[in-house]
């Protein structure tokens, strides 16, 4: 009897422990080849993973090995990302346009400094009329990364700007790489509205030199300064964006509703618009719950304005990381000018960094989408921390997973579990009836014996 206790005590205390998961736990993988010797493998979370990930934490994701044993690893959002750099001053110098040469280049005498910095460019700019000057030398040789994007700054005015620039770079000032064909630049009024566009984005590696020339017929723009940003330390950023149709709630006008295909971490927006001068002043809202209350994540305006055949769109907007699956988008209609049109919601996100430690041998699997499989309950984190402390740099080596997605347990992994039975409860439940019936049987045995006494 007394075991009997006993073994119902240590059921009702001891706690569930749940074996650790196996591949076929998950609906999806992608397979990793990592090189050998690799201590610390890295990579960008593709974009598959939030398609078919079921919790919205991430903690349905792990990595095994060629044994199918899974191995330590760590999710980190955009850790390797740095932060956007400062603008910083470009000593420029203006070009007048009446020394062009026949072969595109420019016949003036360029002084160069011991590090090749240009410290004079003849003829002299200052006896040019500012309203002629539509060509700039860039100095950039100071700078140890590329530029990312340059910005011009001209006067305030009150007439409409819009211009279009070239961009070439060169190390030796003769030979010149177009790297940017058609950048607009603009300063725009329009209802109401100022409407700016001072940047011009580099997309390609930058020399020691860049050359703009504005190729538009229309009034030079009187460039007062040029400032350049830096491409970020570390590897170079990764970025993905979509775009999404839209659909009209009924009942509710301007009031537009979308829906993402994954849980991606959305840190910026924007709006496209499909008709020409289309504006619209709008509050964009998400939430990850259909039954949940919208939050706010943007309130501003976005356009599409096109000036002499160019269009001029509004810019994405940072808002705060947001992995909700559903978006909402609330139109003003006495600050739009989109009329029945719905726009398509742009949305950009940069991936979540992972970390593995490349235990046992290749490929490796990275296994994703599980409605049984719980978060990690060990925060490993310290591990790569400490590793990366003792080395005094970071250890890992960034490798990427091949693109095809493989089927492992299947999409049934992904419907959620039938609600599990109540264990403690039952088994408490248990323990109380099963008290009531001993102390019941043990009345009964009593009551016999008081019998036989009495007889």
Known sequence: MRWSWLYLLLLAAAPVFAADPVLHDFAYGVKIDVPKGTPIAALSLPAQVYKNTYRADLGDVRVFNAAGEPVPHMLRYARTQAAEAAWQPLAFFPLPEDIKSEADGYRVYVRTGPNGAVVRVDPAPESVPVESIRSFLVDVSRFRRDLVQLRLVWPPGEKNLMAMFRVATSDDLVNWKTISRQAAISDVRYGGHRLLSDTIPLRAKTRRYLRL?????????????????????????????MQLAGRAVPDKSGVFEYQTSGAFPIDRINLVFDQANSMA??????????QADWKRRFKGLFYRIDVDHTSLTSSPQSVAISMDRNWQLRVDASGSTIGSAVPRLEIDYRP????????GSGPYTLAYGSTQVEPLKVNVSALFDGINRQRGHELARWVRPQRDQITLGGPQRLSPLPKPLPMRRIVLWSILVAGVLIVAFMAIRLARRMNVKEG
């Open 213 to 241: 020339q504005q190729t538009d017929s229309g009034p030079a723009v009187p460039v007062l300064r040029i400032e350049g940003q830096v491409q970020p330390e570390g590897r170079a950023p990764i970025r993905a964006f």
């Open 281 to 290: 002043q709008a509050t964009v809202s998400s939430r990850n719950d259909s």
């Open 352 to 359: 979540h960094d992972l970390y593995f430690i490349a235990r």
